[in-house]
């Protein structure tokens, strides 16, 4: 990786209870609970290849490497210095192995020499902020990973389906409010769709969607019920400690 990581402040952050290591930026962007969730929501096999598109530090796909034993990850993304934090990610914690950091724009995957209808999954976070409606972070870092413009969403779904052979898995996390968008999206190439909502705490509405999809299925949709974060004092629940600490899978990732 060509990026010079010598002059960059970063911090090494212990996630899923100690059990990954993640060097990242102190500013900009940083790894939070909707990579993990989204880990915890895909699923693997031994011997099948996951692609984690903008990937950044690589959070999401070494959760789910270190969770799926004998499970091959490519970590994609574009910016050069995250991509390179991300490989060095995956030798910090022993994965390198099996996990790899490439440079690429995820539209254009073909670009970067990865190959068609070769992936069993695929888990993205695509920036789901909206321009238009809302405010835009001052940090380019913050910018680039929150904040997508018009299209975004079926440009990265196009590229999934691209990367995914026949029946393979897409899994992503998005706004709650944007679940219709969502769904709109993936009609085109998937189906047997799945949902699962992120609640903040019991009685407010989900911030978050998770939602996993397979490829040239023709199965309806199944909804899940949802993961509360906190409960009424602000700490975090049973349930989702069990998923940011103990590494368990959520059900969404049990389908298919």
Known sequence: MAADLGALETSEDAVLGGRLRLRQPLRGHRVGHDAILLAAATGGRAGERAADLGAGVG????????????????????????CALAEENARLNGLESRVRAVVADVADLAGAKLTQGTFQRVLMNPPFNDSRRQNVSPDPGRRLAHTGEPGLLMGWVAAAAWLLAPQGV??????????????????????????LPVYPRQGAPAIRVLVRAVKGSSRKQADYPGVILNDEQGKPTAAAEAVLR???????????
């Open 170 to 195: 897409l899994t992503l996390i998005w706004r709650a409010d944007g679940l219709l968008e969502v769904l709109e999206a993936l009609a085109s190439e998937f189906g047997s769709m799945s949902v």
């Open 59 to 82: 959070g999401a796909g070494l959760a789910l490497a270190s969770r799926v034993t004998g499970l091959d990850v490519t970590l994609v993304e574009i910016d050069t210095t995250l």
């Open 246 to 256: 103990a590494a368990n899978t959520l059900e969404i990732a049990d389908l298919g």
